[in-house]
């Protein structure tokens, strides 16, 4: 482990990982680090040498900013491990210092560690943090090299017109097409070059379909700027499932499907079929 700053938080040597100042009022607690992986957050504090430590999954609970957030420990020989929400991120960057308590009574760890340059270090970092396991998906990948461009770019003018103008910088435009099978066909087209405009990712995400009895791009999905995969196993109507994955913080995937003219999410068409079917109006029906 890499030795401790003195006050400040510094980044680790690789990978997304930041060392801990020196902890003041230790109890048990020698310091830690502050780690990514797979999008999920978490703390490493290092213990005492011999130290009799909590048991497995004692409570424990890290206050930033005055609010508590409670975590299961999980602790093995020398170190415990405390996951983290991403809601805790902007607390850490904008807080003066935070306090960690895990267990009680004889066995109780406890400490406070001073948050100075913490949020120059989560930032750089966390784009260093590695995606969840997509496996079992298709990766659809986004190019500024592709013929699709081509096809996108006047699809997408005046999107890019109302980008030039608003942020003063040249965008860039990627893009693929996806063959769906005979008589379908999808193209997916991405802008990029400002979070200030498009959010954490600084891209939106369009989707266009075009059929064999409609032979012209029309516009089927629009978010912000997303991991794009293809569900192989599922589709509707012949059109296949999309997932999608948040570009900064994602761990919960989303299901969009084929509502007949265009994607929605998975949950709200489902919601939509579930509705009871309308019941004529009074004085509609009858004999």
């Not at 991405?190 to 405009?197: E, L, P, V």
């Not at 012949?238 to 509502?259: A, I, K, Q, R």
């Amino acid at each position: 482990m890499p030795a401790l700053a003195a006050d400040v938080w510094e980044e680790g040597g690789s990978g997304a990982v930041a060392i801990l100042p020196e902890p003041r009022y230790p109890q048990g607690i020698t310091g830690g680090s502050f780690f990514c992986t797979e999008q999920q957050w978490g703390f490493i504090f290092r213990t005492e040498s011999g130290r009799v430590l909590p048991e497995n999954g004692a409570a424990g609970s890290i206050t930033v900013r005055g609010e508590p957030y409670p975590f299961a420990a999980e602790v093995s020989p020398g170190s415990v491990h405390a996951a983290v929400p991403v809601a805790m991120l902007e607390g850490l960057k904008s807080g003066t210092s935070m306090a960690v308590t895990v267990g009680e009574g004889d066995t109780k760890l406890a400490a406070v560690f001073n948050l100075n340059a913490s949020r120059r270090v989560i930032e750089a970092i966390a784009p260093r943090c590695s995606q969840i396991d997509m496996d079992g998906y298709e990766s659809v990948t986004l190019s500024q090299m592709s013929l699709a461009v081509i096809s996108a770019k006047p699809l997408l003018e005046e999107e890019l017109r109302l980008f030039r103008q608003v942020t003063g910088k040249q965008p860039a435009l990627a893009a693929e097409f996806i063959d769906v099978g005979p008589g379908r066909q999808l193209m997916f087209a991405s802008i990029c070059g400002s979070t200030a405009y498009y959010g954490d990712s600084g891209c939106n995400l369009n989707g266009f379909a075009m059929t064999a009895d409609a032979p012209e791009w029309r516009e089927v999905y629009n978010t912000e700027g997303m991991h794009l995969f293809l569900d192989p196993n599922t589709s509707n109507g012949g059109w296949p499932n999309l997932v999608t994955l948040s570009v900064v913080g994602g761990t919960e995937p989303t299901h969009w499907v084929w509502g007949g003219d265009r994607y929605m999410l998975r949950d709200q068409l489902i919601s939509e079929e579930d509705l009871p079917a309308e019941e004529p109006e009074e004085g509609d029906g009858g004999d």
